[in-house]
């Protein structure tokens, strides 16, 4: 029988080389955590979020738009686990609540719009606000330029838009931009700005925010169509349960790709509630009509809208 020294030794030297061992993220494309915080110190000081994770915001765009480049071909399905297969409806009630373009048998008014879709990549929303300028309100003049931060995701985008009327057309246009930094687009220039599903990912969403404020015209909207906070308590628990249990798993199983799932439920959880989001929005310049959110299949989803004054308020 093994005296109580010995016994203590051992199990001092076991507990030595528990804490020597490093923790490891549940990402199948991880390294060791220890080894990647040395490798991407903060030069600023400035951190953000990548999903639960804590990284340098140098390093965040490159890290979600390996995310993004390893989805773009299965956007769709994505989107499909994400929102339990109704992303479809929202986008097209989004678009219907927006009414983009300009009737001639309504108006006087024969201006056409100018409208950005920010990190709209394939062109979902672009297509469907298209759709509504042309055959609901009648403009053929009507123009969208789909930006997004990832080759990957524009390319995708043009491909499907060979299957639309819009290709190679002025009406829809293409942009390689950083939304926190819009340098090419000029100041007061935009009648709407729309950005779906990718706020979120932004490094610096107030930024992108400002940012948004200045090339809308005044009296421009912008329009964000995002994941949110669930309001129902059980309804919150099942969906969480789903988002963390299921889909990491299925878009293994999909996709071959585990960690980008991962990522992208573990990005809803950290995005800003309703409320807080609404707050961002008006600290940008904007004012905020009615309580300043439309929550959507019970608060999976959210719409927010912001409208440039007309007049700065001072």
Same mark, same amino acid.
């Given at each position: 029988m093994s005296s109580p020294r010995l016994w203590q030794t051992s199990t001092s030297t076991f507990r030595r080389q528990i804490s020597r061992r490093q923790p490891y993220r549940c990402f199948s494309w991880s390294i060791p955590l220890a080894q990647e915080q040395q490798a991407e110190r903060p030069q600023n000081g400035r951190t953000t979020h990548f999903g639960f994770e804590t990284v340098p915001e140098s390093a965040k765009e490159s890290k979600v738009g390996a995310v993004f480049s390893s989805v773009a071909s299965s956007y769709d399905t994505m989107n499909d686990l994400m929102s339990l297969g109704i992303h479809r409806l929202w986008k097209d009630h989004f678009v219907r609540g927006l009414n983009p373009g300009s009737n001639p048998t309504l108006s006087d008014s024969s201006n056409s719009w100018s409208i950005l879709d920010i990190a709209g990549g394939t062109g979902d929303i672009a297509f469907r606000m298209l759709d509504h300028a042309t055959i609901i309100?009648?403009?053929?003049?009507?123009?969208?330029?789909?930006?997004?931060?990832?080759?990957e995701m524009l390319a995708e +985008?043009?491909?499907?838009?060979?299957?639309?009327?819009?290709?190679?057309t002025e009406r829809l246009s293409f942009l390689e931009?950083?939304?926190e930094k819009l340098s090419t687009i000029p100041s007061n220039s935009i009648d709407l700005y729309t950005v779906a599903f990718g706020?979120?990912?932004f490094t610096d969403k107030q930024a992108a925010l400002h940012e948004a404020f200045r090339i809308l015209k005044p009296g421009g909207i912008f329009a964000c169509l995002e994941f949110s906070k669930v309001n129902s308590s059980l309804f919150n628990a099942f969906y969480k349960r789903w988002s963390f249990g299921a889909i990491p798993l299925i878009g293994q199983v999909v996709a071959g790709d585990?960690?980008?799932y991962q990522y992208l439920v573990e990005s809803i959880e950290q995005f800003p509630s309703q409320t807080e989001f609404m707050v961002m929005i008006r600290e940008a310049g904007f004012v905020v009509p +009615?309580?300043?959110w439309e929550d959507l299949t019970g608060g999976i989803a959210a719409i927010h809208k912001g409208i440039k004054p007309l007049k700065r308020r001072s």
């Open positions: 309100n009648h403009d053929h003049q009507t123009r969208v330029t789909v930006s997004d931060i990832n080759p +985008g043009r491909r499907r838009s060979l299957q639309t009327q819009y290709a190679n931009a950083n939304a706020i979120r990912n585990r960690g980008s +009615g309580k300043g």
